[in-house]
């Protein structure tokens, strides 16, 4: 079973500023990765697919890189809006979908 | 994008049952599956149980295998899943969504929030 690990745990960032989040599997998984981002109640929003794919309506502030075992979200001129909880996702290995523990991104 | 609403949750004792539904605001591809995952309040997500949309074939994660059932119901464009034997740790929010054929995540729906406690 593939083991998903995120980090940092928790990213202080001031907005207008950059944050590059990491998630590295266990072991090679392609590009099965998908990242998304959750606030307090609401459903996880899927922000990028196949590593570095958006979704849609996703804006260009937001982009994925890695293939493998190692791979980036980047978030550019950080607003209000981006900030919560993001998650890392794998897809079609076994369990069918698996996911990181989050990384919490927080207002400096 | 597919519009997905879960119903069903609530408080069950040690040992009860509980039946999730979720309904589709339209027809999903044939090729799709549909998936339940859930999340323990403050606390990340795991994937729970997964169907294809023609119902023909079901997975189920290890902590859940042999108590819970997924269905579909291709008439109402629903799913379900039938919770018995429930254990405290099944306590979450349980989210519905859909994925393609190669497991690509897509929709999701808000979630409903399942209880096990006496």
């Known amino acids: 079973e593939i083991a998903i690990t995120q980090s940092p745990a928790t990213l202080s960032v001031s907005p207008g500023e950059r944050a590059t989040l990491s998630c590295r599997a266990s072991e090679n998984i392609g590009s099965n990765v998908a990242w998304y981002r959750q606030k307090p109640g609401q459903a996880p929003r899927l922000l990028i697919y196949?590593?570095?794919t958006r979704a849609t309506g996703i804006t260009s502030r937001f982009s994925g890189s890695g293939s493998g075992t190692d791979f980036t979200l980047a978030i550019s001129s950080l607003q209000s809006d981006d900030f919560g909880l993001y998650y890392c996702q794998v897809y079609n290995h076994w369990p069918p979908w698996t996911f990181g523990q989050g990384t919490k991104v927080e207002i400096k | 994008e597919v519009q997905l609403v879960e119903s069903g949750g609530g408080l069950v004792q040690p040992g009860g049952s509980l039946r999730l539904s979720c309904v589709a605001s339209?027809?999903?591809?044939?090729?799709?599956?549909m998936h339940w995952v859930r999340q323990v309040p403050g606390k990340g997500l795991a994937w729970v149980s997964r169907v294809n949309i023609p119902g023909t074939s079901r997975s189920y994660a290890d902590s859940v295998r042999g108590r819970f059932i997924i269905s579909r119901d291709k008439d109402t464009n629903s799913l379900y899943l039938q919770m018995n034997s429930l254990r405290a740790d099944d306590t979450g929010v349980y989210f519905c969504a859909t994925s393609d054929a190669t497991m690509v995540p897509d929709s999701w729906g808000r979630g409903a929030l399942v209880t096990v406690s006496s």
């Open positions: 339209e027809l999903i591809s044939s090729t799709s599956w």
């Open positions: 196949g590593a570095s």
